[in-house]
T-cell receptor
Framework: DTEVTQTPKHLVMGMTNKKSLKCEQH?????MYWYKQKAKKPPELMFV???????INESVPSRFSPECPNSSLLNLHLHALQPEDSALYLC????????????????FGEGSRLTVL | AQSVTQLDSQVPVFEEAPVELRCNYS??????LFWYVQYPNQGLQLLLK??????LVKGINGFEAEFNKSQTSFHLRKPSVHISDTAEYFC???????????FGSGTKLNVKP
């Protein structure tokens, strides 16, 4: 199983709503990532979790709140978003470098397309 | 610190012609190098990767890339492209000791009939 599954695929929310994006992987990867991608741009790193602990936060506004309940799941809680937050949100996982596994690459999900009205 | 430069934002090419997408990186440490492809409204899919060993790396869909340490380049090539290769291509680098990936700005490959 080499899949990263993201739900929902599409989400429309108002600026006062609270919603969550979910991500799941069963490859035993202990690093999980959230990326934001605007149209015609590269993925922009938001958060990295290593061993279920937040290891990198790229100065993301607090209206985005990540959570890693266990080694297979990664959530992104959304609250009071702005229209400019509309984007494709990509989840990814990879083996940790320190694990000695040399596959090295990121495995991406299909993304959640978020529209903030 | 690491960074990745993709020199061409768009590459138009006719079907069955060869193509090269350029990628240069800068890093003070040894790195892993990757090429990803993204089709519209989809996630990124790994095309190929360089971890160590042979500098010529073969990937999926007939793509290959050559790692050139002296020129700090990792250019992607395909001898004959198809319409279905039309997509966005991203070069990425990861440091040996870091769990952070750096992406280039992307190259849109547009294959024309």
């Amino acid at each position: 199983d080499t899949e990263v599954t993201q739900t929902p695929k599409h989400l429309v929310m108002g600026m006062t709503n609270k919603k969550s994006l979910k991500c799941e992987q069963h490859m035993g990867h202990r690093a999980m990532y959230w990326y934001k991608q605007k149209a015609k741009k590269p993925p922009e790193l938001m958060f990295v979790y290593s061993y279920e602990k937040l290891s990198i936060n790229e100065s993301v506004p607090s209206r985005f709140s990540p959570e890693c309940p266990n080694s297979s799941l990664l959530n992104l809680h959304l609250h009071a978003l702005q229209p400019e937050d509309s984007a494709l949100y990509l989840c990814a996982s990879s083996p940790l470098i320190t694990s000695g596994r040399r596959t090295g690459e990121l495995f991406f999900g299909e993304g959640s397309r978020l529209t903030v009205l | 610190a690491q960074s990745v430069t993709q020199l061409d934002s768009q590459v138009p090419v006719f079907e069955e012609a060869p193509v090269e997408l350029r990628c240069n990186y800068s890093s003070s440490v040894s790195v892993y190098l990757f090429w990803y492809v993204q089709y519209p409204n989809q996630g990124l899919q790994l095309l190929l990767k360089y971890l160590s060993g042979s500098t010529l790396v073969k990937g999926i869909n007939g793509f290959e890339a050559e790692f050139n340490k002296s020129q700090t380049s990792f250019h992607l090539r395909k001898p004959s492209v198809h319409i279905s290769d039309t997509a966005e291509y991203f070069c990425a680098v990861r440091g040996y000791n870091f769990n952070k990936f750096y992406f280039g700005s992307g190259t849109k490959l547009n294959v024309k009939p």
